[in-house]
């Protein structure tokens, strides 16, 4: 039984390994198409070997994971160049980034997210709300209307962590952190009277907090208490991160 199960987590292992390096070399292929897109429109090719240096510098320097620093790298391209200027600031994120949708929302930002579309259907919601879409998907990416710009899109590593990924929306955008909405539904939240909604609050909470919030889709209430100013302060510190990053 033992010797089984020593067998099956050294085939586990493997599995892993072997998916890592997959899911390592589509991110890099991705950084790499991106990268020799942006270099062949200065004409300098060697500009691709001098990107690459730099996330490698960016990594090192800044303790970052590889692939953060390549989208570091990536959404300052993208910025140098106008490529994101005119972006809306209304998201819809692909399958994989739910976290995302709600750091977003945290953060201000409209951002659907429904899992269990299909590719041309993201497409087609992207397009209906006017939206930018965010993927990990880099399949997607090869559909015409996204690799020749007719629809506005952020990629992210699937590899990296939800506030990873917020930092280079952050950056790629240059979005600054607004008031929250609701991070369950993404509905706009508006104030309350206390005396309305008293018998929805907490009564230790009620003793010491008189301002209160009412989501206008899932009429949720919210409050400025500790998980409030828990969320807000890591919001604040992700842009900072998202700005001081070179
Ligand atoms: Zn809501």
Redesign the pocket.
Known sequence: MTRFLHCRIRHLTRYRVRTFFLLVSRIRKFYDLRFRRFASGTGVPERVGELFAEAVQLSQTQHLKPDMALGIIHADLRRSVGETNEFPQRFFCDVGLGGLARWLRGAGYESVWKPNLDDATVIRETQRLEATLITTDSLMMERGVLRDGNVPWVWVPSSLTCEEQLIIVLRELALPIREP???????S?YQVDKEIVADRIPPRTALWLDEYFE??????IFWRGTHWKRITEELTRLRNVSLSLS
């Open positions: 909405r609701c991070m369950s539904c993404g509905g939240l989501c206008g889709e899932c009429h949720q």
